[in-house]
């Protein structure tokens, strides 16, 4: 079995073998990048990746430095088992340490993949690794985790013509959820609600219901009766004497599939869209993206197909290609960046409505309603994703609260990756770093705050604590 990311994606298909309780392997694909994620009966066993970053030595090496280990470099392995077992045998860390780096490696390495929205996959039921290979991780926390950061589109496109309802599932609690979330969940029943009933209810917007809804069915709060499993409930193939040829299939294959392309194009916005990428889209994804759609669509590939056709593929891959080039190139895509909308009205939409939030969530901060406030920074942040600020309040927002450290986290980072000159979000991060228990972390950004400003007094009063 085999398919698209963007029409069924990670998170989907490892709640489908969650549920089905299915053994073997989903191989990703994203040229470069290759990943493979590993089951047993149902439970997760592994997860693996050819990028250097997710290498077991960058892991150790973290490890060995934020607990005050030699910075001498790790000796030679051939793999990340050899390297595992040489490490433990020369006593830099022990058996209980090398779990939980592995546990965090492994971690690290989903939490990147489950937000691939391009790409191929594959899953083969006949791999088993050996029963040797287990890396327990919270594997229900990290798929409602993802369910937070996927681009709105993706999910959009989860609920076009949904059918059936949510119902919720016995025996789940509450801990890991966002208040938005545990809202709907508490609006649920044993018997399915519609998604229209559960948007009206919600007191959301309705693209923020079905994130959330989105993310509870992928954790298995709730079971939506209206998702069609694709490896445990395929039909399976009949061919009559009557079927067409097989190359006849595959025209028509191709026919769909290009329908819709088109479709996807006209309606796109902007070259992301066009490129079906994030706005955030490493300079890697761009690339992998554009090859991806050369290699499917290029004019060549359909030099046999009568003259309408090619004219308008012809124009459908100038389009491609035109926002490749533009967002390929640093300097054209900041320009790119900084014009106005091709749709001024919905982006001015998009602004007030985040705006409007924003200063919401500050009035509900300043009356002590944090839970309120924390709401209000989610959905501005999801209005406007560009703005820093709202990324900051929502991570400020949630610094204290139980099992909320990662998103603080990612909230905080995206806010100094959109504003890396702002002293002040390393000094809110370094303080989400002293809360737990991060020492080194949360000394190395107060250094940096520090570095783009000498004078910020916050700074200086929380190094000084630390170094104490």
Known sequence: MEGQLSERSLTELIAEITDCELSGVVRLQRDPIKAAVYFDKGRFVYASSNLRAHRLANFVGKYLQSNGGLDSQLPGAADDDQLAKIVVERGLVTMAALEAIRRDQVSEILRVIMLWTNGAWNFDPRVRLAETVRVQVELNRLLIEASRHLPAEFIATRFRNHSGGFATVAGNGTQDLLPEEAFVLSRLGETPTTLADVQAISGLSDDRTQRVLYGLSLAGYVRDNGRRNLLSDQPRATRSQTSPPVAAAADTDDENDLKRLF????????????????????????????????????????????????????????????????????????????????????????????????????????????????????????????????????????IGEP????????????AIKLEPGNAQYRVILAELYQQNGLWRRAVGELERALTIEPGNANARALLAKLKK
């Not at 099992?403 to 995206?414: G, H, M, P, T």
């Open 403 to 414: 099992n909320s450290r990662r998103l603080a986290e990612s909230e905080l980072q995206a």
């Open 263 to 398: 479709a996807r194009l006209d309606a796109a916005r902007d070259h992301y869209e066009v490129l079906d990428v994030a706005r955030m889209a490493s300079a890697d994804e761009i690339k992998s993206a554009y090859h991806a759609l050369a290699r499917k669509y290029h004019p060549d590939r359909f030099h046999k197909r009568d003259k309408e056709l090619r004219s308008r593929l012809g124009a459908a891959f100038a389009q491609i290609a035109e926002a490749y080039e533009t967002l390929n190139d640093q300097t054209l895509r900041a320009a790119y960046d900084k014009r106005p909308n091709k749709d001024p009205g919905k982006i001015t939409s998009a602004k007030v409505r985040g705006e409007l939030a924003f200063q919401k969530g500050q009035a509900a901060m300043q009356a002590g309603r944090r839970t309120e406030a924390m709401r209000f920074f989610s959905e501005a942040a999801m209005h406007e994703p560009g703005k820093a600020k709202y990324h900051a309040e929502y991570g400020h927002a949630l």
